[in-house]
């Protein structure tokens, strides 16, 4: 009896874990990419190409990802697009000035730069604080999925951040987007 009341304690541990720790995103059909990210794929060729690389372990992986997520926190400075007559610009930071999706570029090109696959990278649309869109950085790891986010110098899983996922690039079709719907106001959406 003993035993069996040990293996439920042990179990009911697990379960929840690996629930989150092995969690993919969950992306259901094709959706049209967001404003500005057409005119950054034709300008940064790594952003929708593919670059070969190893996948580093798990340990090894997430710690690049959580220097790069700091280092690229760091040295940017958070500013807002300014309005344009070509909408949302997506590009690098400019002068160590940048938004959010300009964050996430520069993680994502810092990251296939040391070596992480581009495969295991896309960029994600969510609801953010204060009920504003929001683009972070996934980095897909054979524990999870990561986010990047230049409000936060924690690399987390996906599922642990309070964010709505809306739209995520495509890992495998580079310039493709698909309709992501989850997190904590997912249903409102659906």
Known sequence: MKRLFSLA???????????IAGS?????RSIGAPVGFAAACAKYKWLCGRVAAQQPR???GIALLQK??????GRIIPVEDRPSSHG?????????????????LQKMKDLIDAGFPSNRLALSVVIGPHDQNHVVLIARTDGGDYVLDNLSSAVRLWRTTGYTF????????RTGWRVTLA??????FS
């Open 9 to 19: 304690v042990i179990l009911s541990f697990l379960v929840p874990f690996q629930a």
């Open 88 to 104: 949302d610009v997506w590009s690098l930071p400019v002068a160590g000035r940048g938004d959010c999706e300009d964050y996430a």
């Open 183 to 188: 997190g904590p106001r997912a249903g409102e």
């Open 24 to 28: 993919s995103l969950p992306v259901t």
């Open 166 to 173: 809306l739209a995520t690039q495509d890992f495998q079709s």
């Open 68 to 73: 790069v997520n700091r280092a690229v926190n």
């Open 58 to 60: 798990d340990a090894a």
